[in-house]
C-alpha cells in the first residue's frame, strides 16, 4: 500500500477522531473539567442513529441533523446530571460523576440492544471512490466532509461569535463572568449540548464503516485524551493535530512496520512529549489547566 | 437472579444453576449460553422437575465464584451450567473440586480439560480442535501451504494464534505471515494488504466478532483475492448480520456448528423453538449449551441426584445431540467435531462445506 494512500486513510480516520476530541475540548474550556463521558455519547450517537434510520427508513444524510438535534437534548440533562450537581465541588467530583454517567450508559445499551456490534447508515452510501491510484471508500470520504464542516462551524462558533466570546470568559473566569452579567449556568449547558450533538454525529459518521458496540466509546475517549495532551489542553487547533497524528500512526506506521509497534511507538512519543513539553504542541497561553 | 422451570413442577425439583455472562464484553455469547441452557430445561424429559436458576456472572473470576457461593448457600446441586469465558472457569475449578459439583461449559479455552480436574464438561470443541480444523481446511481441502494469520492480541486471540501455528506446523505449512491486532484497531487495510502481499496463498484470521466484520469488509474494499477462512466468530449470524453478503462471498470460517444452516429435522426443530423462545437467531454456543444440558437432564431423568452420580454419568456415557456426538475423552471433553462453512455471497445463511469428527487424536501435539 502507498505511502499516500495510508497517508489518505489516516487522513480520514483522523478526522473521526478529531470529532470526538473537539467534543472533549468543548466541555473541558466551558468547565474546566474532564468529560469522560464523551466516547459514551459517541457510543449513544451511533445506537440513537441506527434508531431512527430503522424507524424513518431515512438515510444516513437526513438522519444526521435529528441525530444531532436528538443528542443536543442529551447533553443538556448529561450537565444536569454530571455537572450541575457537582458545580461548586472540586473538579474530581464532576469527572467521577461523568464516568460513573458514562458506565451507566453502556450498561443501559447492553441492556437495551445487546452487546453484538450493529452496523449504522453511512453518511453518503456504500462503495469505494478512485482518485487515480488512490481508493477511498464513500464512509471515509462522509468522515472528511463532515469533520471539515463541523470543525469549521465550531471553531467560527467559538471564535467568531458573541455566544463563543462568552463561553470562553466564562470559562476563564467564571466569578467576573458573572458578575459582568453573563448567564455561566447556562453557557455551560449549552456547551454541553453541543459536544453532545457533535458526539452523535461522530457516532453516525462511525457506526457504519466500523460499527458500535456499548463499549466502543472506551477506545474513542481514550484517543481524545491523549490527542488533547499531545495538542495542549483546551487547544482547538491541538486537539485536532493530535487526533491526526494518532490516525496516522494507526495507518502508516501499521502499514509499514505492525500495529503494535504504531501503538508502542505513539505512546512512547506521548511520553517523550510529556517529559520535553509537558503543555503539548500548542499550549493555552495562561496555561491554567497544564 | 432469574429462576426459571422446566416441565411439570412436583415436590423438591432439581435446582440447576446457570452461571452465565449476559453482561460485559461475553454478553452476546454468554446470552447464547443462557439461551441454550434455558431451551433445554422448557424441554426437560416428561417427569423430572428442574428448576434453573441464571445468574450473570458478568466478566471477573470473582463474579463467578460470589455466584457460585451464592447458590450452594440455596442448598446442594447436582451440577452447574458454568460460564464459558475460560477465566472464570479457572476460578471455579477448584470449588467444583472441593464441592464435588460438575461443571458444564462451552468454554473454547484448552486448557480446562488439560489441568486434571475430573469436574468439567466441555461440550464445545476446545480451541486446540477448532485451529486445527481451521488449518486443515486450508491445507487439505485448499491445497495451500503459504498460511497469513491475522489474529487478536487478546488471551483469545493470542492461544488460537499458538494452535494454528503448531497445526501449521504439524501440516508441512509455512505461516508466511502472523501479526496481532488490539480490539480497537478500525484500520485494518494496512495489515491486511501486508498479510496479502506477503506471498501467501491463504489468510486465516482468528479475531472477535466486531473486527472480523471489519476485516471482512476491508477485504472486500480492498479486492484481496486469497482465499479466506475465519474463525468462529463469524458464524455467529449477529456477526454475518454486519456485512452484506456480497461482502461475504466466498469467506469461509470454522464453528462447532451452524444451526441456521438447518441439516437435519432436529436441527430445523431447534431452530424454530429458539427463535420463538428468544425471537432470534441461536448460534453454535446456544446449541452446544442446549446438547449438554440435555444430556444433564437425561442423567437426572435417569435418577442422579449427587455431584458424584452426575459426572459418573457423562464420564461413561455418549449423548447424541443435535450438533454432535458428545463422549468424554477421559479428560471433560466431550466434543470433538468441527464445520468449515462458506457464504455464497448471496445470503447470509452459510453452507457447511466440510465436517472434521473425531480430531483429538490429530490434534494431539
Given at each position: ?8 486513510n ?7 477522531y ?11 474550556n466551558?468547565?474546566g473539567?474532564?468529560?469522560?463521558a464523551q ?11 441506527i ?11 437526513a438522519?444526521?441533523?435529528l441525530v444531532?438535534l436528538?443528542?443536543a437534548g442529551f ?5 444536569m ?6 458545580r461548586?465541588r ?18 443501559a445499551m ?5 452487546a453484538a ?7 453518503i452510501?456504500?462503495?469505494?471512490i478512485h482518485l487515480?491510484p488512490?481508493?477511498?471508500s464513500?464512509?471515509?470520504?462522509g468522515?472528511?466532509v463532515a469533520?471539515?464542516?463541523l470543525?469549521?462551524a465550531?471553531g467560527?462558533?467559538l ?5 463563543g ?5 466564562s470559562?476563564?473566569?467564571p ?12 453557557l455551560?449547558?449549552t ?13 453516525l459518521l462511525l457506526s ?11 477506545d474513542?475517549i481514550?484517543?481524545?485524551y491523549?490527542?488533547v ?6 487547544s482547538?487547533k ?9 490516525a ?9 512496520a505492525?500495529s503494535?509497534?504504531a501503538t508502542?511507538?505513539l505512546?512512547g ?6 517529559a ?6 500548542f499550549?493555552?497561553?495562561?496555561g491554567?489547566?497544564? | ?10 415436590a423438591?425439583p432439581v435446582?440447576?444453576?446457570?452461571l452465565?455472562?449476559v453482561?460485559g464484553f461475553l454478553?452476546?455469547?454468554g ?19 428442574v428448576t434453573?436458576e441464571v445468574?450473570d456472572?458478568?466478566t471477573?473470576p470473582?463474579n463467578?465464584?460470589n ?8 442448598g446442594?446441586?447436582?451440577a ?9 472457569m479457572?476460578?471455579?475449578?477448584p ?5 464435588k ?11 480446562l480439560?488439560?489441568k486434571?480436574?475430573p469436574?468439567?464438561f ?15 481446511y486450508?491445507?487439505?481441502q485448499?491445497?495451500?501451504r503459504k ?5 487478536q ?8 494464534a499458538?494452535?494454528i501455528?503448531a497445526?501449521a506446523k504439524r ?7 502472523s501479526e496481532?491486532?488490539?480490539t ?11 498479510a496479502?502481499?506477503s506471498g501467501?496463498d491463504?489468510l ?10 471489519l ?5 472486500a474494499a480492498?479486492?484481496?483475492a486469497?482465499?479466506v477462512?475465519a474463525?468462529?466468530a ?18 469461509c ?6 444451526p ?11 431452530l424454530?423453538?429458539y ?20 444430556m444433564?437432564?437425561?442423567?437426572l431423568?435417569?435418577g442422579a441426584r ?10 461413561s456415557?455418549?449423548?447424541d ?7 468424554s475423552?477421559?479428560?471433560?471433553d466431550?466434543a470433538h ?6 457464504y455464497?455471497g ?8 466440510r465436517?472434521?469428527d ?6 494431539a501435539?
Open positions: 500500500m502507498s505511502l499516500a494512500q495510508l497517508l489518505l489516516g487522513l480520514a480516520l483522523g478526522s473521526a478529531a470529532l470526538v476530541a473537539l467534543g472533549f475540548v468543548l466541555v473541558l466551558a468547565t473539567s474532564i468529560n469522560f466516547g459514551d455519547m459517541v457510543m449513544l450517537g451511533g445506537y440513537v442513529a434508531a431512527l434510520a430503522r424507524l424513518l427508513d431515512l438515510s444516513g444524510l438522519v444526521l441533523p444531532t436528538a443528542m447533553g443538556l440533562l448529561f450537565s446530571l454530571a455537572w450541575r450537581p457537582f461548586r472540586p473538579p474530581i467530583s464532576g469527572l467521577l460523576a461523568t464516568v460513573a454517567l458514562g458506565l451507566t450508559l453502556q450498561e447492553n441492556a437495551l440492544e445487546g456490534p450493529q452496523a449504522g447508515p453511512t453518511l452510501g456504500t462503495g469505494e487515480g488512490l481508493g477511498l464513500r464512509a471515509s470520504l468522515i472528511l469533520c471539515l464542516v470543525g469549521s465550531q467560527w462558533l471564535g467568531r461569535t458573541q455566544f466570546r462568552r463561553l470562553r470568559a470559562a476563564q473566569d466569578v467576573t463572568a458573572r458578575a459582568l452579567g453573563l448567564p455561566v449556568d447556562r455551560i449547558a456547551s454541553f449540548a453541543l459536544a453532545a450533538a457533535l458526539a452523535g454525529a461522530v457516532g457504519g464503516p466500523y460499527f458500535v458496540t456499548p463499549t466502543s466509546g472506551n474513542l481514550l484517543r481524545a491523549v490527542a495532551t499531545i495538542g495542549g489542553w483546551g482547538l491541538g486537539a485536532v493535530v493530535g487526533a491526526l497524528l494518532i496516522l500512526f494507526e495507518s502508516v506506521v501499521a502499514g509499514y505492525s503494535v509497534v508502542a511507538s505512546y512519543l506521548v511520553l517523550v512529549l510529556l520535553v513539553r509537558p503543555a503539548g504542541l499550549p493555552e497561553p495562561f491554567r489547566r497544564a | 437472579m432469574l429462576v426459571v422451570a422446566g416441565a411439570t413442577a412436583a423438591d435446582r440447576l444453576p446457570i452465565v455472562p453482561t454478553s452476546l455469547e446470552t447464547s449460553q443462557r439461551n441454550g441452557a434455558l431451551l433445554a430445561l422448557q424441554q426437560a424429559p416428561a417427569g423430572l422437575a434453573g445468574v456472572t458478568a471477573a470473582e463467578a465464584v455466584a457460585l457461593l451464592r447458590v450452594l448457600d440455596g446442594p446441586v447436582p452447574v451450567v458454568a460460564s464459558m469465558l475460560g477465566t472464570q479457572l476460578a471455579l475449578m470449588m467444583a473440586a472441593d464441592e459439583l460438575p461443571l458444564l461449559t462451552v468454554s473454547g479455552t484448552a486448557s480439560t488439560e486434571g480436574n469436574w468439567v466441555r461440550f464445545f470443541p476446545s480451541d486446540r480442535l477448532a485451529k486445527e480444523a481451521h488449518v486443515r486450508a491445507v487439505e485448499l491445497g495451500k498460511l497469513a494469520l491475522v489474529y492480541t487478546t488471551a483469545y486471540g493470542q492461544s488460537g499458538t494452535y501455528a497445526s501440516h508441512g505449512a509455512d505461516l508466511v505471515f496481532g491486532i488490539d480497537d484497531v478500525k484500520d485494518l487495510a494496512p495489515i491486511l494488504k501486508r496479502s502481499t501467501a491463504a486465516l484470521l482468528h479475531l472477535h466478532a466486531g473486527p472480523t466484520a476485516a471482512i469488509r476491508q477485504i480492498l479486492g484481496i486469497l482465499p477462512i474463525g468462529s463469524l458464524h455467529q449470524p449477529a456477526t454475518a448480520a454486519l456485512l452484506d453478503p456480497k461482502e461475504l462471498k466466498g469467506i470460517a470454522e464453528s462447532a456448528a451452524s441456521v444452516s438447518g441439516g437435519s429435522p432436529r436441527m430445523t426443530k431447534f424454530a423453538d427463535r420463538a423462545a428468544f425471537g432470534a437467531d441461536p448460534d453454535a454456543y446456544a446449541l452446544a449449551q442446549y446438547d449438554g444440558t440435555e444433564l437432564l437425561d442423567v431423568a435417569q449427587t455431584g458424584e452420580a452426575v459426572r459418573a454419568a457423562l464420564a456415557k455418549s449423548w445431540g443435535i450438533a454432535m456426538r458428545y463422549a475423552d477421559g479428560h471433560g466431550m467435531s468441527v464445520v468449515i462453512l462458506c455464497d448471496v445470503t447470509r445463511i452459510p453452507q457447511i462445506v465436517r472434521y473425531g480430531l483429538d487424536v490429530a490434534a501435539d
